[in-house]
């Protein structure tokens, strides 16, 4: 069974502007090809993709400030850090796993 978690229990951060922070999920599966997606939600609107990582490859963004959002992954977890945060990066932050053939 393939799952992908928070791997903190807290259901919000709070944060000051300027420090960076970082958001972590585990996941598990026992496929060798996965894909780490991060999404973003703000108020009243549809989730933004904000990046995909493979699992052992490289990132791919979708975001305009590519330097302020970094991702990194192991075998069990992935995590989305935020740099310099700002009130508009004030949003619900989801991560989520895919798992393909190859």
Same mark, same amino acid.
């Given at each position: 069974?393939?799952? &992908? /978690?928070? %791997?903190?229990? /807290?259901t919000?951060?709070? %944060?000051?502007e300027?420090? %960076?922070?970082?958001?972590? #999920?585990s996941?598990?599966?026992? %496929?060798?090809?996965? &894909? ?5 939600e $703000?108020s009243?609107?549809?989730p933004?993709?904000?990046l995909?990582?493979?699992? /052992? ?5 979708? &975001?305009?400030?590519?330097q302020r $959002? ?6 069990k977890s992935?995590?989305?850090t &935020? ?8 949003? $619900?932050?989801y #991560? ?7």
């Amino acid at each position: 069974q393939d799952w &992908i /978690r928070p %791997s903190d229990e /807290r259901t919000s951060v709070t %944060s000051t502007e300027g420090d %960076s922070v970082t958001l972590e #999920c585990s996941y598990d599966t026992s %496929s060798s090809y996965v &894909i780490l997606y991060w999404y973003r939600e $703000f108020s009243n609107t549809q989730p933004q993709y904000i990046l995909l990582k493979g699992g /052992r490859s490289e990132t791919y963004q979708n &975001i305009p400030d590519p330097q302020r $959002f970094t991702s990194t992954t192991s075998q069990k977890s992935t995590s989305l850090t &935020i740099k310099s945060v700002t009130l508009s990066d004030s949003a $619900f932050y989801y #991560c989520a796993l895919r798992v393909t053939a190859q």
